[in-house]
């Protein structure tokens, strides 16, 4: 059975305010410019679609009235539908706010327990968390199951410039 509801109650977005092609246009909006802002992707490219079909023809556009959300922080989204808890002003986009998350420290707080081993820890009330596989210490008393096999994992190693 599904758990998805058997309607959605989606709401218009009073909050943010909105623009139709025709009036980035008139402000001399560029796709640059929506994609800086943190626009959806798609959103970016209909809109250079748009401004292509102007350039290229003397007659209106078919998607004039396709609006834009300029979303406010946190919000994001096509129509600004979306938001994080993790809301840092500190942050200028979605850019920096995702960028600013990764670059911390991950650090368990609830530990995700991580079930395809059956790790034997001494007490039914402990499990073994992600982090603790192939991280060089025996968590495991069951003949230290989460240090085996570990060279045939892929370790990936990444820049200071990408997430982990």
Request: net charge negative; charged share 20%; glycine share 4%.
């Amino acid at each position: 059975m599904s758990e998805w509801p058997s309607t959605w109650n989606i709401q218009e977005n009073n909050f943010d305010q909105s623009f139709t092609f025709a009036e980035l246009y008139k402000r001399n909006i560029t796709s640059k410019q929506l994609y800086l802002w943190s626009a959806p992707m798609d959103i970016v490219e209909h809109y250079q679609f748009y401004l292509n079909q102007l350039s290229n023809s003397n007659k209106s556009p078919s998607m004039t009235t396709q609006l834009f959300y300029n979303c406010t922080l946190p919000r994001f989204g096509p129509l600004c539908q979306y938001s994080l808890d993790i809301y840092m002003p500190y942050g200028s986009s979605l850019f920096d706010i995702i960028k600013n998350f990764y670059r911390k420290e991950y650090l368990p707080m609830t530990l995700t327990c991580y079930t395809h081993l059956k790790c034997n820890r001494g007490s039914n009330l402990a499990c073994l968390d992600w982090t603790e596989i192939c991280d060089g210490h025996i968590d495991c008393v069951n003949d230290g199951i989460d240090e085996e096999h570990c060279g045939q994992l892929e370790v990936n190693k990444c820049e200071e410039s990408e997430f982990r």
